[in-house]
């Protein structure tokens, strides 16, 4: 033990040595995406999502499974069968002339998106749906609106 003044320095000195070392590698991995430009940042979000698009659908509530279901079958992940349940039942529970909405993370085609959903119920039991959405689901929505009885649709 008459060494231990001479051990301890030395376990200190090899830390900072180790610290300095890990510093500057964190720095240099960091500089790197500093460096991008805005360009490159640009055309990364732009892979990461898609454009959306809207269409407004007027129709009463007994149709509105053929519409989610026409989204359902557009989407490969993220808006499953109990998400559609649970959101047929808030509209049709909706008191009347309220304004809701229900935003979806949601993959489409491989590539992240949202689906933006927003209605809103008359005393008639016709409901006014709002869906924001990528273009490949608002495409299907407007093939499927026209095969619905007494639905509307409007961009």
């Known amino acids: ?6 051990i301890l320095p030395g376990i200190v000195c090899c830390g900072l040595v180790f610290g300095w070392f890990l510093a500057r590698a964190l720095e240099k991995r960091y500089d790197r995406a500093s460096l991008s430009s805005s360009d490159e940042i640009l055309d990364e979000l732009e892979l990461a999502y898609t454009p959306r ?17 026409c989204i359902l079958e557009n989407v ?19 008191e009347p002339d309220k304004t809701r909405n229900a935003l979806i993370p949601v993959k489409v085609s491989g590539v992240r998106s949202e689906i933006d959903l927003q209605w809103s119920r008359d005393s008639e039991d016709c409901v006014r749906l709002f869906v ?13 609106s026209k095969t619905i009885p007494r639905a509307l649709m409007g961009n």
């Open 1 to 6: 033990m008459q060494y231990a003044y001479l």
């Open 53 to 69: 698009r809207g269409i407004e659908i007027r129709t009463q509530t007994e149709y509105l499974p053929f519409v989610f279901g």
């Open 76 to 94: 490969d992940s993220g808006f499953e069968d109990k998400q559609l349940r649970s959101l047929l039942d808030r509209i049709v529970e909706q």
């Open 132 to 144: 924001l959405a990528a273009p490949k689901v608002i495409r299907a929505l407007k093939k499927k």
